[in-house]
T-cell receptor, first 116, second 113 residues
């Protein structure tokens, strides 16, 4: 099993450009999420999904879009990149037991994004 | 507003020492408290987790101590090794919100040989 795979690993964008960060998992997990990691801020939830066709916002959703057409894939789109979106982005997946159960999150290796 | 406050920001110990990382929270709805370990260039990985019905949990050299009344929990690493050098994140979530985690700001641990 590859686990959670993120591409690309590194990306430099110009302000105003758009791009999609890819995330795929092969563990048949229903729950997938995107976090951004900034120095001194920890990891903050951007968007999450509890299954195909279902997405919701996290703590810091502005400037990002997501969709979930399959169980395996959960891409994150930056609509118009801004320097404030310079960060390391992590995708995570976990089993979904409903809102009464917490399960282990498996993280990808991250995408380091720089917006100039 | 940081839902989970973590300290210290960085920690340096000698091999064999016992580093302690502390976290505090305010939301009494939180009922699941994992610790994640992250090596440079890698994603975080679950290290150990605790629920508030117990005050301590041990897995190998790693121990979580939990104080429900003080709303605090801590990670202790016994007989620390250079290979433990990493960034450690505490986190919290509520069963009401499922897998939505709130992370601390992280502690960079260096274990000197």
């Amino acid at each position: 099993n590859a686990g959670v795979t993120q591409t690309p690993k590194f990306q430099v964008l110009k302000t105003g450009q758009s791009m999609t960060l890819q995330c795929a998992q092969d563990m048949n997990h229903e729950y997938m999420s995107w976090y951004r990691q900034d120095p001194g801020m920890g990891l903050r939830l951007i968007h999450y999904s509890v299954g195909a066709g279902i997405t919701d916002q996290g703590e810091v959703p502005n400037g990002y879009n997501v969709s979930r057409s399959t169980t395996e894939d959960f891409p994150l789109r930056l609509l118009s990149a801004a320097p404030s979106q310079t960060s390391v982005y992590f995708c995570a997946s976990s089993r979904w037991g409903g809102r009464k159960i917490n399960t282990e999150a498996f993280f990808g290796q991250g995408t380091r994004l720089t917006v100039v | 507003q940081q839902q989970v406050k973590q300290s210290p920001q960085s920690l340096i110990v000698q091999k064999g020492g016992i580093p302690i990382i502390n976290c505090a929270y305010e939301n009494t709805a939180f009922d699941y408290f994992p610790w994640y370990q992250q090596f440079p260039g890698k994603g975080p990985a679950l290290l150990i987790a605790i629920r508030p019905d117990v005050s301590e949990k041990k897995e190998g050299r790693f121990t979580i101590s939990f104080n429900k009344s003080a709303k605090q929990f801590s990670l202790h690493i016994m007989d620390s090794q250079p290979g433990d050098s990493a960034t450690y994140f505490c986190a919290a979530s509520s069963t009401n919100t499922g897998n939505q985690f709130y992370f601390g700001t992280g502690t960079s641990l260096t274990v000197i040989p």
